[in-house]
């Protein structure tokens, strides 16, 4: 039976109603709180558009002492040597990619958070669709055998008829 | 027969999938493999620690095998390996530079004075940069570089006595035959 409607206004301010809310408000502060990040305000430029910029290079290349941060995210003293100099780099004019590449050529394309397409990370772009592809195939032939298996069975031969059609007979017979 | 021929495929793709993460999975991940092997070093002219004025640059280290390795007195490591740079000097096995990275001049002298000097001079990288122009991730790091002025080898990590006579002596050996 359902709750009379005075019923339900009632569990809306009940304890248990007040916790519900609680529990959303905490949601709701939690997911609103901005990721914190490495930077220092000692080291932002003051163009905040070249500042946009500087963030957005640093964010794509991994901290070599962490290896798994961003050098934004990170607070090694090395990837605060190294935001400040794509900083520099960006603020000497260079373009978002060529600050990038001045850090690949001394670090390599490890230094990447997105592995470019080269030939020794073709396993790792390619790997997981070949894999896919292959199971596909495999599963293609296997549900295809079953179906052959399962629609067309074997037509019997001559001796088994006429062991089948002895066999009625004799049943017949009884 | 066809099907039995096809039902074998997956246990194949497995040995070859075993075979790639015993070899990818074996590599130690911290070890950055360097882009500047066999490339010249980078160019650097910096201060010479503990000689008011003077200036070392990659031109230095032209005409003779010899190491560099960067070192700091705040990177315990460090510490580990320095008395087999003193022994390697003693017995002028290879000259060994210094790349001091990112220390402070107080600092390295009184590790210096503790613990010795191997070194055939020391160039001071306060700012970093040219660490970074190495492609340095951590110390210590010892850059193995020919008479032409070019990375031949580069050691992440502690060189102790094995990585020594296994690694680099021969190298440095190879190195010093070449012209």
């Known amino acids: 039976?359902?709750?009379?409607?005075?019923?339900?206004?009632?569990?809306?301010?009940?304890?248990?109603?007040?916790?519900?809310?609680?529990?959303?408000?905490?949601?709701?502060?939690?997911?609103?709180?901005?990721?914190?990040?490495?930077?220092?305000?000692?080291?932002?430029?003051?163009?905040p558009v070249l500042e946009a910029r500087a963030r957005a290079v640093t964010?794509?290349?991994?901290?070599?002492?962490?290896?798994?941060?961003?050098?934004?995210?990170?607070?090694?003293?090395?990837?605060?040597?190294?935001?400040?100099?794509?900083?520099?780099?960006?603020?000497?004019?260079?373009?978002?990619?060529?600050?990038?590449?001045f850090i690949v050529a001394r670090y390599g394309a490890y230094v990447?958070?997105?592995?470019?397409?080269?030939?020794?990370?073709?396993?790792?772009?390619?790997?997981?669709?070949?894999f896919l592809v292959g199971g596909l195939v495999l599963a293609w032939f296997y549900v295809a055998r079953l179906n052959r298996a399962g629609a067309a069975p074997a037509a019997l031969s001559a001796s088994e008829e006429d062991a089948v059609r002895r066999r009625i007979d004799e049943q017949a017979g009884t | 027969m066809k099907s039995r021929w096809l039902s074998t495929v997956p246990l194949f793709l497995l040995l070859a999938l075993a075979v790639y993460f015993a070899f990818g999975l074996t590599q130690d991940p911290r070890t950055i493999h360097s882009v500047l092997i066999d490339k010249p070093l980078p160019a650097f002219?910096?201060?010479?620690?503990g000689q008011?004025?003077?200036?070392?640059?990659?031109?230095?280290?032209?005409?003779?095998?010899?190491?560099?390795?960067?070192?700091?007195?705040?990177?315990?490591?460090?510490?580990?390996?320095h008395p087999l740079?003193?022994?390697?000097?003693?017995?002028?096995?290879?000259?060994?530079y210094g790349l001091a990275w990112k220390d402070k001049p107080d600092d390295l002298k009184q590790w210096l004075e503790e613990l010795g000097n191997p070194y055939t001079r020391i160039a001071d990288d306060a700012s970093g940069r040219t660490a970074i122009d190495l492609g340095v991730t951590g110390a210590p790091?010892?850059?193995?570089?020919?008479k032409r002025g070019r990375i031949r080898f580069k050691q992440v990590g502690v060189i102790d006595d094995f990585v020594w006579t296994q690694t680099l002596a021969p190298l440095v050996a190879k190195l010093e035959a070449e012209k």
């Open chain 1, 1 to 47: 039976m359902p709750p009379h409607p005075s019923r339900l206004r009632r569990v809306a301010f009940s304890p248990a109603g007040r916790r519900a809310s609680a529990l959303w408000w905490v949601a709701a502060l939690l997911f609103s709180v901005a990721s914190a990040y490495a930077v220092e305000p000692d080291e932002m430029l003051k163009d």
């Open chain 1, 59 to 101: 964010r794509e290349l991994r901290c070599v002492v962490c290896q798994n941060q961003s050098v934004d995210d990170s607070d090694a003293p090395l990837a605060r040597d190294i935001r400040v100099l794509v900083r520099e780099r960006i603020q000497m004019g260079d373009s978002d990619a060529a600050a990038r590449d």
């Open chain 1, 112 to 130: 990447l958070l997105r592995p470019p397409l080269q030939g020794d990370t073709l396993v790792l772009w390619f790997g997981p669709g070949l």
């Open chain 2, 45 to 49: 002219d910096l201060p010479v620690f």
């Open chain 2, 52 to 81: 008011d004025g003077a200036r070392i640059t990659n031109e230095d280290l032209k005409g003779h095998v010899s190491l560099l390795n960067v070192l700091a007195s705040w990177c315990v490591s460090c510490r580990a390996e």
């Open chain 2, 85 to 96: 740079f003193v022994r390697l000097n003693d017995e002028k096995k290879v000259a060994i």
């Open chain 2, 141 to 146: 790091e010892t850059f193995v570089v020919d």
